[in-house]
């Protein structure tokens, strides 16, 4: 995390974007430098912001990276999101303040209204493994975007890419967040591990799609 937080500079970086683009309150900025890499990455992906769509969003936190979303993704009136976090941190929010951590869903909430598109967007406040089991009892419709920043421990994002997969529509984009992130000695701690070993064991499902920056992204062929 501190890794994380030195690479992008957080806090001043963070409020001239929300300040310029959102007016917005964000005390974390794990998405500022996405959003000039990830419209060349839809554009090549063939998406159509104006045509309705859906995204499930795996980690919001504040709703920095959903809000960019509802704004650049998500334009038809029709388009949804679903977005799992339990707004308690993973293990590498640590270093977070307590008071920032205890505020964050209530900023996250505060920030999506500001968008003007609460309506489309369903949270459901729990760890992702029981969010997603619940999509999929619900028989939810596939997503044609999903984003994994959730939980950074490999296990869990093991179990997130394995049970979001079956909510991704065959040619949906599915984006993982730090694939190559050092932020831990213990690679378990990580999510490379369980990117490499869900994307060996589903090769025949996918296609590797390049982003230049230190995520990993793929679309479902079948
Ligand atoms: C890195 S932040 C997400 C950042 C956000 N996508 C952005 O770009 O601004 C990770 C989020 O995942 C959440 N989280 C961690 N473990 C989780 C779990 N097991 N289930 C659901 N959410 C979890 C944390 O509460 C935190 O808000």
């Not at 028989?139 to 869990?156: A, E, R």
Request: contains cysteine; negative net charge.
């Amino acid at each position: 995390m501190a890794k994380r937080l030195a690479k992008r500079e957080t806090k001043v970086t963070v409020g001239r974007w929300a300040d310029n683009i959102f007016r917005m309150e964000f005390t974390r900025d794990w998405f500022v430098e996405y959003m000039e890499i990830w419209p060349e990455v839809f554009r090549r992906h063939g998406w159509d912001a104006n045509a309705p769509k859906s995204i499930l969003e795996i980690g919001c936190f504040e709703g920095l990276s959903t809000c960019w979303m509802l704004n650049n993704l998500l334009k038809h009136p029709d388009s949804r999101m679903v977005c799992l976090d339990t707004f308690q941190g993973g293990r590498e929010h640590v270093s977070v303040a307590a008071d920032i951590m205890t505020q964050v869903r209530e900023t996250f909430f505060g920030n999506v209204e500001k968008t003007g598109r609460v309506d489309a967007v369903r949270v459901l406040e729990e760890r992702s493994d029981t969010g997603l089991l619940r999509l999929l009892r619900e028989n939810h419709d596939p997503f044609d975007f999903v984003y994994v920043d959730g939980s950074h421990l490999s296990t869990d994002v093991l179990v997130d890419l394995v049970l979001s997969f079956r909510l991704l529509n065959v040619g949906g984009l599915c984006i993982c967040d730090d694939y190559l992130w050092e932020g831990q000695l213990d690679p378990r701690q990580t999510p490379k591990m369980a990117i490499d070993a869900f994307t060996s064991i589903f090769s025949e499902q996918i296609q590797f799609v390049p982003v230049i920056n230190t995520q990993f992204a793929f679309n479902r062929t079948r």
